[in-house]
């Protein structure tokens, strides 16, 4: 199997900067190069919803509350995935969730998530 361990969130003034990390580890650890890395957050009362992802090859996609302010990247070789979010807002305070999978003919075939870590921005 796989296990994700996020780390890195905190409190943070607004306009502030966090970079936060996934590192996958487990017996099935060597497919996560073969994984698409997504980010997902969920606030307080809402439903967790998807903050970025990038492919294998690189591609990257963003929601459009965080486009120009969050980047996010990957270090197969580390097994790792980072986010980096500058100008935080306090709407961007959740939980945030790191996700590795693959799909094939449109499933999920591998589905791993991690078991998420806080980020409060302060006004």
């Known amino acids: 199997q796989v296990q994700l361990v996020e780390s890195g969130g905190g409190l943070v003034q607004a306009g502030g900067s966090l970079r936060l990390s996934c590192a996958a580890s487990?017996?099935?650890?060597?497919?996560?190069?073969?994984?698409?890395m997504a980010w997902y957050r969920q606030a307080p009362g809402k439903q967790r919803e998807l903050v970025t992802s990038?492919?294998?090859?690189?591609?990257?996609n963003y929601a459009d509350s965080v486009k120009g302010r969050f980047t996010i990247s990957r270090d197969n070789a580390k097994n790792t995935v980072y986010l980096q979010m500058n100008s935080l807002k306090p709407e961007d305070t959740a939980v945030y969730y790191c996700n590795a999978y693959r799909v094939r003919w449109g499933a999920r075939i591998d589905d791993y998530w991690g078991q998420g870590t806080q980020v409060t921005v302060s006004s």
């Open positions: 487990g017996s099935r650890v060597s497919i996560i190069s073969s994984c698409a």
């Open positions: 990038i492919t294998t090859s690189g591609s990257t």
